[in-house]
Antibody, heavy 125, light 110 residues
Framework: QLQLQESGPGLVKPSETLSLTCTVSGGSISRSSYYWGWIRQPPGKGLDWIGN???????YYNPSLKSRVTISVDTSKNQFSLKLSSVTAADTAVYYC?????????????????WGQGTLVTVSS | QSALTQPPSASGSPGQSVTISCTGTSSDVGGYNYVSWYQQHPGKAPKLIIY???KWPSGVPDRFSGSKSGNTASLTVSGLQAEDEADYYCSSYAGSNNLVFGTGTKVTVL
């Protein structure tokens, strides 16, 4: 059974960079049908797509966050990571990593089928 | 890209049906059949319940059904059960490898 686990600091100071890692177990991050994504959810609010990465390193970001976001992948460790720079209190949220089913049998898919449990990151001095 | 619009809340008694709408534009919901729905219980990660507008992942009961007309997708929960009380989010492909989520709907089982 595929499992995803987020890890990283739970507290980040304003103007600094938020860094999280997602470790994938029970399956390879290098499978061709999937992207790997980050989604966040501010307390009491809805889901917000941050971006996706393919095992080759190809990335797609939410246009509203693109200037501050970097997603990278380490296939040797079966991990992918998120960096969000110049954070403010508005970036306080539960951050989820998830697998995006992207393409299979000549058809596109575009849905998140496996999610991590999420990790709360608070931006505060 | 703007969040897809969902009603903040919906409710029904056990055994009844409730339908949640998800309104977007021709650039997202109306332009592609890549609408998915997620159920989220408090403190838990979202769970996929519908993909590609109306398909079920393995293990999801067929009490959950999805449809789409124009720029609006809908999720219907039939035969409401206590465990269906949760937040529900739609999501759609929005072109150029972008994705957008809905604003979320809290379903209450009366």
């Amino acid at each position: 059974q595929l499992q995803l686990q987020e890890s990283g600091p739970g507290l980040v100071k304003p103007s600094e960079t938020l860094s999280l890692t997602c470790t994938v177990s029970g399956g390879s991050i290098s499978r061709s049908s999937y992207y790997w994504g980050w989604i966040r959810q501010p307390p009491g609010k809805g889901l917000d797509w941050i971006g996706n990465i393919y095992y080759s390193g190809s990335t797609y970001y939410n246009p509203s966050l693109k200037s501050r976001v970097t997603i990278s992948v380490d296939t040797s460790k079966n991990q992918f990571s998120l960096k969000l720079s110049s954070v403010t209190a508005a970036d306080t949220a539960v951050y989820y990593c998830a697998r995006l089913y992207y393409y299979d049998n000549s058809a596109y898919k575009y849905y998140f089928d496996y999610w991590g449990q999420g990790t709360l990151v608070t931006v505060s001095s | 890209q703007s969040a897809l619009t969902q009603p903040p809340s919906a409710s029904g008694s056990p055994g009844q049906s409730v339908t949640i709408s998800c309104t977007g534009t021709s650039s997202d919901v109306g332009g592609y059949n890549y609408v998915s729905w997620y159920q989220q219980h408090p403190g838990k990660a979202p769970k996929l319940i519908i993909y590609e507008v109306s398909k079920w992942p393995s293990g999801v009961p067929d009490r959950f059904s999805g449809s789409k007309s124009g720029n609006t997708a809908s999720l219907t929960v039939s035969g409401l059960q206590a465990e269906d009380e949760a937040d529900y989010y739609c999501s759609s492909y929005a072109g150029s490898n972008n994705l957008v989520f809905g604003t979320g709907t809290k379903v209450t089982v009366l």
